[in-house]
């Protein structure tokens, strides 16, 4: 028992380092991966989503959530950090950090005593599937796509549309909002977005923390 408890401990801090590589990639990945895992832990703890789940289970699927865009360290720096739209071949590479974070938590067999592995592998991959089987990898479609990828995928969307990128400036609030009600990002799950919207007012604090934070 005392083996394995050392081999978790030692999971997760593998599992923190990547995310810290993440954000040494993108200066805006560090304050990104915080707040997708305190949206992910809202939309478990907080609605119907995550119905039946433990707190032991919400807090390893907010742990993988920080791995979602853990792929992206495979992108090179002038496409991750381009201050523009990227062109249609751009995006294909972009497009392919979803199999490269799955593939590079499959090279790590430490990683693999953690529970919250198979949590991070399938959200690294599926995150930005859609429900209407329109994006990628794997066309997933409906419940094809699994309750943890589909929080991450809404959450990145959130967090994405409200914040400023390298290649963009943050949207004002109702803009987001009516982006993700209306599937201008994708179409979302019915049900994921009502859970959504049932807490979102909680969610928005995450944004005024920062901006007075920077402020």
Known sequence: MEQANRMVTLSQGMIES??????????????HVRRIHDITVCLLAHTALGQGM????????ALASILHDVGKIAVPDAILNKPGRLTPEEFEIMKTHTVQGAALLDRIPQLHEHPAYRYARDIARHHHERWDDRFYPDGLKGGEISIPAQVVSIADVYDALSCKRVYKDAFPREQVLNMIRTGACGVFNPHLLECFFSVEEELSRLYQKGKNANG
């Open 54 to 61: 433990s707190a032991e289970t919400v807090h390893h699927i």
């Open 18 to 31: 990547l995310a810290a590589a993440i954000e040494f990639r993108s200066e805006e990945s560090g304050d």
